[in-house]
């Protein structure tokens, strides 16, 4: 007879990046299943060539590692078990084949996305074809459409269970095309997502500390490195020369809005910009990550990242930085945020002369049209904590 078992699908060569990604659904995991498997398929990869996974030892001990190098190997893994996964792989030609082994071996799928930020199109962006690596952006956007047919065909897998925090995502997927052929003609089951659950975001767990939180007097500045691997893939990287210019202005602003509030930056570099440390000769850098420095200070700076959300949760006064050295895709992201939360913006290109009164007012106006975005996008399952959702309903459905 066969087990019902628990594991995590991925392709990765380092789990240290995941596993921050996932601390706390990982903690819960481990709590909560005698035993969960991590299923790494970087190996099974269409292009791979054999490497080293790094950080194994950062699960807790109730992680059991499993690398997989043949086809073989990975279908007699499952042969004695009842698997069900969290999925976590790229929907490319690259993970074609991984794909089809997971169908075969009959493993459960499972989606969470409760990350309430704005992400990337899963299709080719026509619009902006031209800045791209055109070669590359068609393998890795242009074969969507081939992996919904074969998920049709029965040759893919689809998603058992989607987990989602975006009620705009939802309504979306409800009202999609292959949900009303399907609501017409039920015996096709051509829908991707055969059942979807609203949850909370991975915001809410920081709700749960918000009445401990001692507010400091001092202000952080989120760093995003302009080179983002999103805006290099799309040919639209920044020059040296550019990046230091960049710097300069940032840290003429940053001390303008020091002296303005009276009160010290601390700067939160992000994981992938430890080099640009040299370029904050004057501020204070903290050993902390972002995530722990948001909720003890009283105003949040960013350019763009989606932990201004971890900000938006918390209500904190937020003022956003432009720049025309993000670049286009960089500029259109960080103004999906502005227009939404209506934040308060600064053009460091600009010379600028601040009044503390009217930023204040700026920011407070901001904090008012929070409510809506929490409400749509990061808590719109009332005070349920998301990853015991999570857990409940995968211990009742499979378990």
Known sequence: MKKNCLGIIIADRDYKRFINQN????KDLSKNFKKIYVINV?????????????????????????????????????????????????????????????????IKNIMIMNLGNFGNRQTIEWGNLKSFKVSEHFYKKGFY??????????????IDLLFESNTEIIKSLNNGISRKIENFFPFFKITYFRKIIKINSVYFEFLKNKKKIKKKNYIIFVDTPINHPDRIERGDSASKKEIIFYYKKLNK??????????????????????????????????????????PNCEIAIFSLSSAVLNA????????????????KYLNNF????????????????????????????????????YKNYINSKLCPDGNKPPNSKIIKIIKKKYF
């Open 42 to 106: 970087l190996h099974l990869k269409l292009r791979q060539k054999r490497i080293k996974i790094l950080n194994e030892n950062f699960f807790p001990n109730n992680f059991e590692i499993n690398n997989f190098y043949t086809s073989k190997e990975f279908l007699n893994f499952f042969r004695d078990k009842k698997f069900v996964a969290l999925q976590y792989l790229a929907k490319n030609p690259d993970n074609f084949k991984i794909f089809y082994l997971i169908k075969k071996a009959e």
């Open 145 to 158: 459409y081939i992996f919904r047919i074969l998920t049709v065909l029965k040759i893919f897998p689809k």
């Open 253 to 294: 602003v940053l001390s303008h809005i020091s002296f303005t509030f009276k009160k010290k930056i601390i700067i939160c570099l992000h994981p992938n910009n430890k080099k640009e440390i040299k370029y904050f000769k004057n501020f204070q850098i903290s050993k902390k990550t972002t995530m722990e420095e948001i």
């Open 23 to 26: 601390k706390i659904l990982i």
């Open 334 to 369: 960080r103004k999906k945020y502005v227009d939404s939360l209506k934040l308060f913006s600064i053009n460091i290109d600009k010379n600028i002369n601040l009044n503390k009164k009217d930023c204040i007012k700026k920011m407070n106006y901001s904090i008012n049209h």
């Open 312 to 327: 938006v949760i918390l209500n904190k006064k937020i003022i956003n930085l432009e720049s025309s050295h993000f670049g």
